[in-house]
């Protein structure tokens, strides 16, 4: 009942930049917070960024001052723009959208994933 669909991924040199973009759609009735993970080959997925309840913001600490996510309430849209990108940074990136359907149940979505890869 909940779409998400992501862009943006790609390969780049170390030190470049790259912007992902995740659209939530579906019969959601609000959305409590919107984020990115990420999962390397070989390692869990991880917490890269994510909008909490109150507007907060938090990061890993590997991408603070890096990266910087951004939402569009009205679009329901989240993106996170990756700055002075490091090989470390390469993995398949995930956007995830928390919240509540217009019939009233909570969800909780992910996307199909996105590959990030930096060449040293």
């Known amino acids: 009942q909940v779409q998400l669909v992501e862009s943006g991924g790609g390969l780049v040199q170390a030190g470049g930049s790259l912007r992902l973009s995740c659209v939530a759609s579906?019969?959601?009735?609000?959305?409590?917070?919107m984020g990115w993970y990420r999962q390397a080959p070989g390692k869990q997925r991880e917490l890269v960024a994510r909008?909490?309840?109150?507007?907060?913001?938090i990061y890993v600490d590997s991408v603070k001052d890096r990266f910087t996510i951004s939402r569009d309430s009205a679009k329901n849209t989240v993106a996170l723009q990756m700055n002075s990108l490091k090989p470390e940074d390469t993995a398949v990136y995930y956007c995830?959208?928390?919240?509540?359907?217009?019939?009233?149940?909570?969800?909780?979505?992910w996307g199909q994933g996105t590959q990030v890869t930096v060449s040293s």
């Open positions: 995830n959208v928390d919240g509540r359907l217009q019939i009233g149940s909570s969800f909780s979505a």
């Open positions: 909008f909490i309840s109150g507007g907060e913001t």
């Open positions: 579906g019969s959601i009735f609000s959305i409590n917070a």
